[in-house]
């Protein structure tokens, strides 16, 4: 009888920024459906990282993996070369990981649930707050990343959660996401530390996860 669920990923999964143990996405995914949770996701991890460090390190028959990846692989090309044009080798790279990702847990037989990558400007592209400029066309390379993720999550029947629809509106727009406050006052921000899930952010990762898994596919 398959059983437990695995979380791959990065921050999005984890419950540093959600304000300690127990109330990241991963966390409250796990204690909503009682299932015993393994947290293979890391702060700061890329699609490489999903694919050489946490791949291999899910084991037995487990009923549901979720997997967030790609926001980090984009900043860092970003930071890089700050030039749309030039991240098509970064979308890429990570759309050929995220192949190999669910089609290596596609094999397992558990419900694998593929996440888009949230957007924290607000579709502005606006990066000055770390040290970037406006990029032009910056928003349509997200969604050229966020499309290469849904294409793969067809391809190997895995659900979707569209954690980048959730999210417009609760970024930069919604107040100062650079702020490190876990569970701010203003319950429409939901992130901190300029890129990461705080609490209101984990519950609503959580909700379009739980949406995936429970929403009928058309």
Same mark, same amino acid.
């Given at each position: ?7 791959l990923? !990065?921050?999005?999964?984890?419950? +540093? ?9 991963a966390?409250?995914?796990? +204690?909503d459906l009682g299932i *015993?949770?393994?947290?293979? /996701?890391?702060?700061? /991890?890329?699609? +490489? !990282?999903?694919?050489r460090?946490?791949?291999?390190r899910? =084991?037995?028959?487990?009923a549901?993996?979720?997997v =967030?990846m790609g926001?980090?692989d984009?900043?860092? /090309?970003?930071?890089?070369?700050p030039?749309a044009a ?10 050929e990981?995220? *192949?190999t ?11 694998v ?5 949230? !957007?924290?400007t607000?579709g ?9 400029p406006e ?5 349509a &390379?997200?969604d050229?990343?966020? +499309?290469?993720?849904r294409?793969?999550?067809?391809r ?5 959660? !569209? &954690? ?7 970024g ?6 650079t702020r490190? *406050? ?6 429409d ?7 990461e ?5 984990a ?8 949406q /995936? ?5 058309p």
């Amino acid at each position: 009888m398959p059983s437990g669920y695995f979380a791959l990923g !990065d921050s999005m999964s984890i419950d +540093d920024y959600a304000g300690g143990p127990g109330l990241g996405a991963a966390s409250l995914l796990a +204690d909503d459906l009682g299932i *015993e949770l393994t947290m293979l /996701a890391a702060d700061g /991890a890329t699609s +490489d !990282d999903v694919v050489r460090r946490q791949l291999g390190r899910v =084991t037995g028959r487990p009923a549901l993996i979720t997997v =967030t990846m790609g926001g980090n692989d984009l900043l860092t /090309a970003l930071m890089q070369t700050p030039d749309a044009a030039a991240l098509a080798g970064a979308i890429g790279r990570i759309g050929e990981n995220y *192949e190999t990702v669910l089609a290596s847990l596609a094999a397992t037989g558990a419900r694998v649930v593929a996440t888009t990558v949230y !957007d924290p400007t607000d579709g502005t592209g606006d990066l000055s707050w770390i040290g970037l400029p406006e990029i032009a066309g910056g928003p349509a &390379v997200l969604d050229t990343l966020n +499309d290469a993720i849904r294409a793969a999550a067809a391809r190997h029947g895995a659900a979707l959660a !569209d &954690v980048h629809a959730a999210f417009l509106g609760h970024g930069a727009k919604a107040g100062d996401i650079t702020r490190a *406050e876990s569970r701010p006052a203003n319950r429409d921000l939901w992130f901190c530390g300029h890129i990461e899930p705080n609490a209101w952010g984990a519950r609503a990762i959580r909700d379009a996860w739980r949406q /995936a898994l429970f929403t009928p596919a058309p």
